[in-house]
């Protein structure tokens, strides 16, 4: 063990590893890159997490740079779980419940904690938390709100930045701050703090008061209803005038604050649902279905495009049923569901969707039984057959996987979409969260072909340049991580971005908390970072999906 990883070994409570198979095993997350650390810790506390904040800071000072990233489950598809320095390891020991307020549906939380476990354990108590990602079974909790996760029924629900309370974080040299609404008197004391907390504030302040014209101006330019991109300034000052910096920790990744602690918000939770889906001859007819479906709240509202069909028919012999195929072939499917309403209320629901799509096909099928309806989410989530695939030494690549288009531009991005990737020589599959206009989309590419590694950043570049064109935005959830962080100010433009960096700067002025995440990274200095051989075998036992 070095001299470093001796020093924390011997302050912490929690384990330092420095294991060449550790390393490795780190070296890696969802995404197609690779970096390997430098070592790994596995906090036991926050007090864990101050100390190794305190000594990478005091590093820095003499001209030594040790970074942090924390981490979940690694599940991250744009490299935001990758570092060269430590890696904090946050599922092995912070992973507990730690207070559940039944009357105010609040409960408080460490970062490890797997989102399933939480999600089972408030079922018991009638409530659940919303916003669950794809990712839920294998994912955590800390991830999902460094990353503002969001899932098929956030349109109606919501992203995890809808049901962030409050959060406890440390900042880049140890310092403990807790988040909160603060009125301008509270505020006034914040400003006059000697502290890297008192210096965020002041950099927020100054924001606020300067940087208000460039914030309102791309407000008012996106047209995607749902955006992630960058930290999130538009959120920053309540209604009333409050200043509150939870929600810019929220889908920040890791590059301004580590977030030990979160107090969420849940809802009551009824386990009944209903879900019709149906098949159309065509895109226009299901996107008009969609537009006139919107009216009913529909807790989920899902298309899949016919290639996914065809291609998860071709490689693992998985057919729609009978009912929604046209002349014996996939078509455009839409996946539309109801959840936690009434029985009266699901069967009024069911109807007039079965009224509204009968227009339009005789191909549909309708399901309230719990087994009935898994098997025919089983069929939606037939992306989880062509995330996995790994044949020939291709694979799909998540490198365009989530962009955020509107709704009235669905159909010509759709087209121009596939024809840019037809255009690349690449297969994919499309499919959509309808309601929030989310398009994902996963290539397959070999990544051990020199052509095609050359050919990822391109491909991204006019992808998103398409996006955002057309008023969306290549970060609707998530983050830039790596990956994407070289776009950051190709949808931001240059004013808010400087913002972006202004913040960064006072947060992090030695640049230890994920460094190249979200800001500050060029894609030719991440070319040599590409995985040769990208899977996801790691997550096999979850069957990852999107």
């Not at 990233?69 to 599940?75: F, I, W």
Request: with cysteine.
């Amino acid at each position: 063990m070095n001299k470093v990883a001796s020093y924390l070994q011997g302050h912490i409570s929690g384990e330092v590893s420095v294991s060449e198979r550790v390393r490795d095993h780190f070296s890696t997350d969802g995404s197609i890159l690779t970096i390997k650390p430098s070592m790994v810790v596995y906090p036991r506390t926050t007090n864990d997490v101050r100390k190794v904040a305190r000594f990478s800071w005091q590093l820095a000072e003499r001209g030594h740079v040790l970074p942090m990233t924390a981490r979940g489950n690694g599940t991250d598809l744009t490299g935001a779980a990758l570092g060269t320095g430590v890696i904090l390891s946050f599922p092995t020991h912070m992973n507990k419940i730690l207070e559940l307020d039944t009357k105010q549906r609040l409960v408080r939380v460490q970062p490890g904690v797997n989102f399933k476990s939480l999600e089972e354990t408030l079922h018991t108590h009638g409530l659940f938390l919303p916003p669950v990602p794809e990712s839920y079974e294998y994912s955590t909790i800390g991830g999902a709100i460094a990353n503002n996760a969001s899932g098929i029924r956030s349109y109606k629900y919501g992203d995890i930045s809808s049901w962030v309370e409050k959060l406890e974080v440390v900042l880049a040299n140890g310092e403990l701050i807790q988040t909160g609404p603060l009125s301008k008197r509270e505020l006034s004391k914040k400003l006059g703090l000697p502290t890297l907390e008192g210096e965020l504030y002041r950099a927020v302040d100054a924001i606020l008061n300067d940087g208000q014209d460039a914030i309102n101006a791309y407000q008012k330019a996106i047209a995607a209803a749902s955006d992630n991109a960058g930290f999130r300034l538009e959120t920053l000052r309540h209604k009333n005038g409050d200043v509150d910096l939870t929600q810019l920790f929220v889908g920040s990744q890791g590059t301004l604050g580590i977030i030990t602690e979160a107090i969420l918000k849940t809802a009551p939770y009824t386990p009944a649902s209903s879900l019709v889906v149906a098949a159309f001859a065509n895109l226009d007819d299901a996107l008009e279905v969609c537009e006139q479906l919107s009216r009913f709240q529909p807790s989920a509202l899902e298309l899949v495009e016919p290639e996914l069909f065809e291609f998860v028919k071709k490689h693992n012999s998985v057919e729609l049923p009978v009912e929604l195929l046209i002349d014996g072939k996939a078509s455009t499917t839409l996946f539309i569901e109801a959840q936690n309403l009434p029985d009266r209320a699901l069967a009024k629901f069911t109807k007039q969707v079965v009224k509204t799509i009968s227009r339009y096909t005789e191909a549909y099928v309708s399901a309230t039984d719990f087994e009935e309806r898994e098997k025919l989410w089983s069929y939606r989530y037939a992306t989880a057959s062509f995330m996995g695939f790994d044949v020939g030494g291709k694979s799909a690549s998540p490198i365009i996987q989530n962009v955020g288009v509107p709704q009235a531009a669905l159909h010509q991005f759709m087209q121009d979409a596939k024809a840019l990737c037809k255009k690349h020589h690449v297969e994919t599959a499309l499919w959509v969260h309808v309601q929030s206009g989310e398009v994902i989309a996963v290539p397959l590419i070999d990544l051990s072909k020199l052509g095609d590694r050359q050919q990822v950043f391109k491909l991204m570049d006019e992808y998103f340049r398409l996006v955002i064109k057309l008023g969306g935005s290549i970060v609707p959830i998530g983050g830039e991580g790596r990956l994407r962080a070289p776009f950051t100010k190709l949808q931001s433009g240059s004013d808010l971005y400087a913002l972006f960096e202004q913040l960064k700067a006072a947060a992090d002025p030695h640049r230890t908390l994920n460094p190249d995440v979200k800001l500050g990274v060029e894609a030719k200095e991440l070319v040599n970072l590409l995985r040769k051989d990208y899977t996801l075998q790691a997550f096999a036992d979850y069957l990852p999906r999107m």
